[in-house]
């Protein structure tokens, strides 16, 4: 029999998984729908459509916009200068592995610069520690626009 | 004939006692394991922001670092059961066999943090995004997630192999064929492609030493290709299947990391991507683009499935080979050699397991731990490197001294294979001194020290600790010898 088929020593293993998948897939789903757009999360859409234009970056879609960051920017937003958001945040910053050769490379700077512009508009409250971490990253322009 | 397959007449120690016939893997599940513990959708928003200069980018690793291992991998396995251990014992000496082995086991278990607490930030983005920045919930969820992967470890082979499949097919191959078709769909409505698509852009922009740094270090995109091979007993032909198995995951591998980073640059500007702040928020503003943003969610639990399949296979790889070697030349105290009834390295497992479980707890609850995390990852990959050198210089020795000994598989130019790899490998260990961005503008001098002393600590004062406090009577399995019974 071949192993990945429901092998019947291991079926609670399988069956737990599926069950706790099944479950994080549903709350995903409801989340998911009970994001609203209104008149504030097109405002603000809007808002950082004209500041990147500003900085010269392409005009992003505002649906998109007001899908990802909402009112108040969502995930980042949220504490973007603790310890463990800039980790995973510094992690990003890597060569093209997905397994254990992930290392980090020299970022993009235009790459990097776009959520400084996302912090202040969203929330400019949070900037200030998330400059830190920003002003101290070595960039270069590593990507052919 | 391997270690494990001594026969029943012989006497056996007592830790080998309650090991079971091995199990049977088909070679498409070794394939597929091997796909799962390189591959994952999780770096395409990050390659995607290159444009078509990802192609390059994944390209040229490929030919002189995938190809290289792949080829030279399938020749060793298919002449030598038992992974890098066995191949380095044979070719070099033993005491390096289980230095290859070490630095294969040790580079995993600052992995396991930072891939676990990516996962848990991803179960935060489905849950309450709040979650994502708490250190007790990131802590809860790797320690859970880690000790429930040693469980399903522990219940042996097929236990994770079914499971790393189903995470490679459910959370990289369906969403992964997704994104191609919906990229060709958006271009076939006659979109122009967000990034440029010409020749012009087929070469990453040069900028000297940091695109140096980001070609160099993608050749570590494919480490781990040679980590399944500790499983080579598992097939019923080894010597014909194991190579089958390597072709079929270096194609897979390849078309997970170029095509659907291609088709996310298709729709999303490279400068929309950075906007994001993580690969979820990527993936939604690919699928927000078609009016399709509820898939976003489907996709995270894709993800966290393909990750958690991933760890799978990584837990139960070098920790064998760890095991085979320790048995046979005595490396680990008996403790450490002891197999649970499914015969499988269970204390080694546990051992790691609460290594692990501290690392993890100080990255999600100590602020100066999690912030030079980044720094741990480049140690563990310097000292991956020393697997890669090792196995091909053995690979080209073993050639040499025994030319006849029965190969099922003999990589064309063998010799050029080796080269090729050792010096991409040579490449990438001298690129690992060159500060990255998160360094920012501290010394480099510092750096250097940091990450050449985390190199020689890790891969080589603990290791040679083991060897050198090492007892006879920790020896519990015979050792295996170049005549003894290898398949052909």
Redo the contacts between chains.
Sequence with gaps: M??????S??KW??WG?IVI?VG??I???I???SVKRNNETLTKANQLQEE?EKAG??S??T??LE??LGTDG???C???G???????????????????????????T???E??R??LQVYCPDELDDFEDSLD?????????? | MSSIDTPADVPRPRAAATRPAP????WV?LA?MTTA???????AP??A???L??VF??LVPAIVFLLPTALVSAELASGWNGGVYRWVSEGLSKPLGFLAVWCQFA??IF?YP?LL??VA?T????????L????PY?AIVIVVLYWTGVW?SS?G???L???A??GLIIGTLIPGTLLVVLGMVFLGQGNPSAAPMDS??L???W?G???L??IV??F?????MEMNAVHVSSLKDPAKEYPKSMFLAMGLVLLI?ILP?LAISWVV?????????????AF??FF??FGI??L???A??AL??ASLG?MLT?LAGPSKGLLEISRQEGYLPPFLQKLNKFGIQQNILVTQGVVTTVIALG??L???V??V??IF??I??QV?LIVYLLMFAAAMRLRRTQPDHPRGYRAPALGVLCVVGLLASLAALCI?FV???????GSVWSYVAIVGGGLVILGFVIPWAFLKFRKPSWKTAPATTPSEGEQA
């Design positions: 071949s192993p990945t088929r429901f092998a020593e291991h293993v399988y998984a998948l994080l897939l709350t995903g789903l989340r998911y729908s990147l970056y392409p992003p879609d649906d998109t899908r990802l969502g995930q980042v949220e504490d973007p603790s310890a463990l958001k800039t980790a995973l945040w510094k992690i990003q910053q890597a060569n093209g592995a997905a397994g254990p050769g992930m290392r980090p490379v020299i970022t993009d235009k790459a990097v776009v959520e512009i996302v101290d990253l070595k960039t270069d322009d590593t990507v052919r626009r | 199990t049977t893997l088909t599940t597929l513990s390189v591959a994952s959708l999780r770096a990050t390659m922001v290159y444009g200069a990802c980018l994944y580079m995993t992995y930072s607490g990516f930030s179960i935060a983005y489905i849950i309450d995004p709040a994502a920045s708490s250190g990131t399903v219940r082979t097929k236990a192999a079914g499971l499949s189903w012009s852009h070469l990453p922009q900028t030493l940091a695109s740094v980001l270090n993608n570590l995109s494919y480490s781990g990391f980073a500007p490279a400068d929309q991507l950075s906007l994001t702040a993580g690969v979820m928020q939604d503003a927000s683009y943003g509820w976003t969610p489907i995270a639990v966290i499935s991933g990584w990255y999600a100590i602020p100066n999690s912030s995390y980044w990852s480049v563990t990959t991956y690992g500060p990255s961005s998160q360094f920012g503008s």
